[in-house]
């Protein structure tokens, strides 16, 4: 026999002749069209979102939302509003054509369209460029969609006056304060206030609590004198000296409910 006579070779082809490669494409031929999923376009994708977070992490920090009282149905004149981000929706339903009858227009229709058709946008422009003149139909409906959303929330927000509605509805804990219902200013508080305010100086349905609050004795007295919020202006009807032991008094209950 023959050297290599009547030897066989059986090859498997689940075997490779050399190691995978795990370096990614080479994609410098077609420049600013494609790259690789990992790790170029993730990170720039996690850079991105990290930047965005921080900065949104910043502005809360750097000016805090306030907050409201617990949600009181006795309450007549309190007026519910929605979270900055749903501003657009609350003033969208101001107008005649989502409001009223059409409410349904206002409550379903338009946001259905206006949302569906955000969700479409990548199936209804399937240009390959990445530019915005490269894609008209895309940039088209997100720039009406964000300046609708802009215009809509900056009009909702300019009618109100965020900080005299977050001062009247701020949460005051409840305080175990004793009234000394000898004060002089007792009996001012009582002619002018007690309707409102309530017996015990605890707020009621019209107006809030005058325990907790941090205030001087002349900011309290222009309140008095002007009003604030809600509370209009020329509700005490006393003379100097009664406003001067009303503000006293209303300052010794808050030193004595820190205490």
């Known amino acids: ?11 498997d082809s689940r075997i490779v002749d050399r190691p995978k490669n795990t370096v990614p494409k080479d994609y410098s031929e077609y420049p600013g069209r494609t790259e690789a999923f990992w790790p170029n376009f993730l990170l720039k994708e996690w850079l991105a979102g990290s930047v ?7 502005l809360t920090l750097a000016h805090p939302s306030p907050l409201e ?9 309190y007026i519910p509003l929605p979270d900055w981000y749903f501003l657009f929706l609350y003033e969208l339903l101001k107008y005649e054509f989502a409001s009223g009858p059409y409410v349904i227009l206002g409550i379903i229709v338009i ?7 955000l969700l479409l946008a990548p199936f209804l422009d399937k240009g390959p460029g990445r530019r915005p003149h490269q894609r008209p139909i895309a940039v088209t409906m997100m720039i009406l969609s ?3 959303v802009c215009w809509l929330t900056y009009e909702s927000a300019s009618h109100v006056d965020w ?12 305080q175990d304060v004793e009234i000394d219902t000898s004060d002089p200013g007792y009996a001012v508080f009582k002619d002018n206030c007690m309707s409102c305010h309530g017996e015990d100086l605890s707020g009621g349905a019209a107006a809030p609590s005058l325990i907790g609050i941090d205030k001087t004795a002349d ?7 002007n009003g604030t919020g809600s509370m209009p202006p020329g509700v005490f009807k006393g003379s100097d000296k009664e406003l001067d032991q009303l503000t ?3 300052v010794s209950v808050n030193k004595e409910a820190k205490k």
């Open 1 to 11: 026999m023959k050297k290599g006579k009547g030897m066989k070779f059986v090859g």
């Open 219 to 225: 900011e309290i007295a222009d309140i008095a004198k």
């Open 111 to 117: 946001p259905g369209l206006a949302f569906g058709s």
């Open 163 to 174: 900080k005299a509605r977050a001062e009247a509805n701020k949460p005051i804990p409840k």
């Open 52 to 58: 965005f977070l921080v900065g949104f992490m910043i």
């Open 69 to 77: 009282g617990m949600a009181d149905p006795t309450t007549p004149g």
């Open 248 to 250: 006293k008094f209303i």
């Open 146 to 148: 964000l300046a609708a």
